[in-house]
Structures are given as C-alpha cells and as structure tokens.
C-alpha cells in the first residue's frame, strides 16, 4: 500500500487509507446530521420499544450483527443527563430516569463511567458504594439492563500500596453487586513509548488481572490511538539511554504479547483505532531506514478474539483537515464502516459493543445526547452482516 502522511492526504489517497468506500467517502456531514435529529421517542414504553424493533428486524434479531441483548451504550455518552439537576428540568435526570429512557430506546447493556450523579437525585450524589451499588442493580433490573462493564480504580502506582489495593478490591465488590462481568479503565496501561515502562505496566495489569479473576471479573483497558503507535524498542540510544528505533510491533500489540490472556483483556474504541490507522503508518526500523505498516484494527481483534470482549462503537466523518482523520459524529452517521467490521471480528454473541459519542452532551441543546444515543442504538440494530 502506498505510504502516506498526516499533511498531505486527502481525496481518494485518503479513502483508501481510511479503508471507506467512495460511496462513503462523499457522503457530507451535513446528510449525517440530518439523519441525526430526527423526533425523539422520549415517551415510548419500553416493551413497545422492544416489539418495535423486533417487528422490524423480523426474525427476532437472528440476523442482526449485534443481537438485540448485545447492544449497549457507555453512560459517557449522557453524563450530561445523569448530572443533570432533576428539579431544574423535565428532562430526564439522574441514573434511574436516565436508565428507564435507555431502555425505552431498546438498549440493554450499560457501561459506567463512574457512580457520580446529581445530588438532586434518588440516592444522591455518590452511588459509587456498596450500599448506593445495590440501589443502582435494583434499577437496573427494574428497567431490563444489565451492567457489563466499568471505567472503574486501577491503581495508578506500582508496586501496589496497601490503600490503593484495598480500594481496588471494594471496586471489585461494587462490580459483583452490579453484575458485571468486567471492570477496567479509560486510560491507556501507559502513555509512554518505551519497552521498558510496557513491561512494568504489563506486570502491574497481570497482577491486577489474577486478582479480578480469583473475584470473577475480567480486567480490561480501553485504549486510544497513542496506545496503537510504534513501540520504541531498540537502535540507537538517546542521552537518556532510551531506544530511538522500532521493530514495527505496535504498543498495544507487545501489551498483548506480555500479558495473561486469560486475566487481562481490552476494549477497543473503533474510532481511536481508526485515528491511529491514519497516523501511525510508518516508523524507523532498527537499521535507520523508513517502513510502512498500515494499521488494521479488525485483523488485531481476530489474531486475539478471546482478549476483545468489549468495543467502543463510536463513529466519524472523514476530515482530511483534522489532524485525527475524522470529526467525531453519532452511531451510524459517519463514515466508518461499522457492517464490514463487525462481519469480520465475528464471535457477535462473544462482543459487548457499547455506542460512544465523546461530544453528545451540549448546554445549548439539553436534550441532545439522549436523542444522539436513541440514533445511535437504531443504527446499531440496523447492522445486518455483508454479503
């Protein structure tokens, strides 16, 4: 594939870096968000939204790419409504309203990013303890939800203190008491490119990942595009004493490599991928000459199928002039081609894909995220495989 860099791609050069169609590629931002605002459906019962979408997929989801009790969201999406003062508003407000609109929309699975809410609230302020966690399982189960994982506490030092790994193990508690099958994290193991410092995030997420395992947790990591650059892992030494070079491996992959599959999982976000797939392209090999190697972030899910039991399904519009690539823009209204991604990565009863839109919430437009996360679980439903 022809190399190519940040500045000067544009046009079909881009597309094709991008891996969209031309198709795809032409369709404007200004068609996306038209797509995006068509009515809410604040007031649908959550059984109607139910039997709406299963008469619609008409064969109960069966050839739906993600199955009906598979879609999820990460409350990210609509922090704005879960901090939302319920006695300033008719909106939905705080985690029990924001949970009952979710599930009218048809969703099923939610993932936190933290217990904080309103204090207006029921429940207050702070549910992230063991007595506000029942009151969130009981809402959760009220309305149909289920909790599948948590941007929760990993210990940011190492070796472990005894503090900071007492609190990990009461995160452990919160995550059994909500249901969850997997805690983690919304930070990259580590944020430098270095061998060296991989490894010692490696032996910190083993350990952390034993301990989440022996409590029947899966411990995963989320990651953003840096996490998928060139690991620096040999030629010359800088004044540090540090490698200047690669041998083409990518952070993320040597993580993988030196980490217990069975402990220590991930969660992609399709669109950080996507990003890296525009940025990091080429590196300097131990030998001094330039190589290419284009990024393909399905083909990294099926070479460790078992180690991705969660996505971020976050999507965007290509724009050659933004230096990630793409503008970020709801599920389903960009350019990243979700139905060719999913039919690839496969195992859709394994996959846990959890709509994102870092940009939903709006003080201009209160009710904006909820109605970007009503498009985004429609167009997920929507995802039928390729022929």
């Not at 189960?141 to 990990?168: C, N």
């Not at 040597?254 to 599959?261: A, E, G, I, P, S």
């Not at 960009?334 to 859709?348: L, Q």
Request: glycine share 10%; net charge neutral; aromatic share 10%.
């Amino acid at each position: 594939m022809t190399a190519f860099n940040d500045e000067t791609v544009t046009g079909d050069a881009l597309r094709r870096a991008l891996g969209v169609s031309r198709r795809r590629f032409l369709s404007t931002c200004t068609a996306a968000t038209a797509a995006a605002i068509a009515a809410p459906v604040f007031g649908a019962a959550p059984a109607l939204a139910q039997d709406r979408t299963e008469a619609a997929e008409g064969d109960r989801g069966r050839s739906a790419l993600v199955p009906p009790h598979k879609r999820g969201i990460i409350l990210y999406t609509v922090r704005d409504a879960i901090g939302r003062d319920p006695l300033a508003s008719d909106l939905p407000s705080g985690f029990r309203e924001v949970f009952k609109q979710l599930s009218r929309f048809g969703y099923r699975q939610v993932e936190f990013a933290g217990y904080g809410q309103h204090a207006g609230a029921p429940g207050g302020a702070d549910l992230g303890t063991l007595k506000g966690a029942k009151l969130l399982r009981s809402w959760l189960d009220e309305y149909g939800l289920r909790a599948q994982g948590s941007h929760g506490f990993i210990p940011p030092s190492w070796p472990l203190t005894p503090s900071d790994l007492d609190t990990f193990k009461r995160w452990l508690e919160i995550t059994n008491i909500l249901g969850m099958e997997h805690m983690g994290t919304g930070a990259d193991p580590t944020t430098t490119p270095y061998r060296d410092d991989w490894d010692v995030a490696a032996q910190k997420w083993n350990t952390l990942g034993a301990l989440a395992r022996r409590e029947g947790v899966k411990l995963y990591t989320h990651n953003h595009d840096s996490a998928y650059d060139f690991l620096l892992d040999g030629g010359p030494l800088d004044a540090q004493g540090r490698p200047t070079r690669s041998s083409g491996i990518r952070k993320l992959e040597y993580f993988l490599k030196v980490t217990d599959r069975k402990s220590v999982h991930l969660e992609l976000d399709v669109f950080w991928a996507h990003v890296a797939r525009y940025k990091f392209h080429t590196y300097t090999a131990h030998d001094g000459s330039p190589r290419e190697r284009v990024f393909d972030p399905a083909a990294l899910v099926v070479r460790n199928t078992d180690r991705f039991p969660l996505f971020h399904a976050k999507d965007g519009v290509i724009n050659p002039q933004s230096g990630l690539g793409y503008d970020m823009v709801p599920f389903g209204t960009g350019d990243i081609d979700y139905r060719t991604f999913f039919t690839r990565v496969g195992a859709k009863n394994h996959r846990n894909p959890m709509v994102e839109q870092d940009n939903a919430p709006s003080t201009s437009a209160p009710g904006q995220s909820l109605e970007f996360a009503r498009v985004g679980y429609d167009n997920l439903a929507a995802l039928r495989a390729c022929n």
